[in-house]
């Protein structure tokens, strides 16, 4: 492979092919995929939409911690808004395989805008419970269950080439860590001014932007092949088509890890602002926004990548760097170093979690690309209740610093143990890449001129 992480002359398979070369560089090479109207359209109006997200889940974690006071009900929030995910994912993959993607993305952002206004009015008439917040974050789960599978299948089809898809996921990963970056610094202000209310209203506002792009955009018919079978059919066969391969198995395996014993930080994240540094909720949106700067900057970096070639191996070094940067956040008493390491913690996140997207969506048939997807949210966010959950009573016991701890600790491991397996992993991604005919984004396209075979179903 070559140093840029390009690729050589000598990697291209040796079979009868056709080669175009088209080079990119720079900004221009960073943000290609935006030259698609398609593409432009959802990334304005996601845009808007994310800035919105990211202001009512630091508010509704602030609002849980409010009217509780309590670590393990905190956690007990963020394990009913995501187990939804985790029961439901693998019928919401097949649905997304059969379904009009756009449709079910129309009508998951209309639910969301209902879930988040309600909220406010509750907030904003000051008769919220907790019961409240558990019921529609339970409400808002249900619709994410169907939306996430939905929404990361969708971006292939509004790409027209499917060399800028390494490019289109990466920049969704920008897109979603600037909004991580700006939405709870606005959120904490917003919530120290006038409450979390206002921070409810304007989520559910900023929802007509992303239904807006939606509608207005242009998408060719798409052929449905998962049509065929009844629904466990469906399921079986995506269970089976994601365990009999070794690159989809492992990064799932590993980002289940992660959600179980990593990603608990977010909801720790009140206590650490609020008991451990000795601040409020603008604490609470400096430690949040300095993780999205982190973020942002590591999707930024997988943008400009020229090829999925290699992007393996990014995966435990940046899970070992995520474990590195919750060990010092536990550690930290100071502010400002608990802001450069929660940039540490989140560029580390981001780059494993892209990687991961990025060699899923690569690798996988189209007529799979749902249910693929919806095991990718499974693990990603499907687990986290759980984690959320085991952090919030575990640090009910020990303390969210040693809680913290431990989970970097772990994180660490399952990044030494997917290392070991980098060789045969490298391999079976090369054979994957080879067989779909996709070789990177770098401008360098490989067709095959013989005849691909698939694997069975099943």
């Not at 990334?43 to 990211?54: A, V």
């Not at 008991?275 to 973020?295: E, K, Q, R, V």
């Amino acid at each position: 492979m070559a140093e840029d992480g390009g690729i050589s002359e000598e990697e291209i398979p040796n079979r009868p092919t056709r080669m175009t070369f088209r080079p990119l560089a720079g900004a221009k090479h960073t943000l290609r995929t935006l030259r698609y109207r398609n593409y432009r359209l959802f990334f304005g109006g996601q845009g808007i939409s994310l800035i919105g997200t990211w202001m009512q889940r630091i508010a509704m974690s602030w609002l849980a911690y409010r009217l509780t006071n309590s670590v393990f009900l905190l956690g007990i929030v963020g394990f009913l808004g995501q187990i939804p995910t985790f029961v439901l994912s693998p019928l919401a993959g097949v649905l997304a395989d059969r379904w009009n993607r756009r449709q079910v993305l129309v009508i998951t952002q209309i639910l969301s805008m209902v879930q988040a206004l309600v909220l406010a009015v509750l907030v904003l008439t000051g008769t919220v419970q907790i019961w409240h917040v558990m019921v529609l974050a339970v409400f808002l789960g249900l619709i994410n269950a169907l939306d996430v599978p939905a929404r990361q299948a969708f971006v292939v089809e509004m790409i027209e080439k499917r060399e800028d898809l390494v490019n289109a996921i990466a920049l969704n990963s920008a897109l979603f860590n600037g909004a991580r970056l700006l939405g709870p610094s606005i959120a904490g202000v917003l919530i120290a001014a006038v409450g979390e209310g206002w921070c409810f209203l304007l989520n559910g506002l900023s929802y007509i932007a992303v239904i807006a792009a939606l509608v207005a955009m242009r998408i060719l018919p798409r052929k449905a092949d998962g049509n065929r079978g009844n629904m466990l059919h469906g399921i079986r066969e995506g269970f089976a088509y994601a365990i009999g391969l070794a690159p989809i198995r492992s990064v799932l395996l590993l980002l289940s890890l992660i959600s179980l014993v990593g990603m608990p930080y977010t909801i720790l994240m009140p206590v650490f602002a609020r008991d451990i540094l000795g601040g409020g909720p603008h604490t609470l949106g400096f430690l949040m926004g300095a993780m999205g700067l982190g973020a942002l900057v590591g999707a930024l970096y997988l943008a400009s990548r020229r090829s999925v070639l290699g992007v393996e191996r990014n995966i435990p070094v940046a899970a070992a760097v995520f474990g590195i940067g919750l060990i010092g956040v536990s550690l930290s008493r100071v502010l400002a170093v608990s802001l450069a390491l929660m940039m540490v913690t989140g560029f580390g996140m981001m780059v494993q979690m892209a990687s991961s997207n990025t060699l899923l969506q690569t690798i996988v048939d189209d007529d799979k690309r749902g249910r693929v997807m919806s095991l990718y949210a499974m693990a990603f966010m499907g687990v986290a209740p759980f984690g959320s959950l085991l952090g919030g009573a575990v640090a009910d016991k020990i303390g969210a610093p040693h809680t913290l701890l431990a989970g970097g600790v772990c994180c660490i491991f399952g990044a030494a143990l997917l290392a070991r397996q980098l060789p045969v992993f490298h391999e079976a991604v090369r054979r994957a890449t080879e067989k779909t005919g996709f070789i990177g984004d770098a401008g360098i396209r490989v067709e095959a001129a013989t005849e691909l075979v698939k694997p069975p179903p099943g």
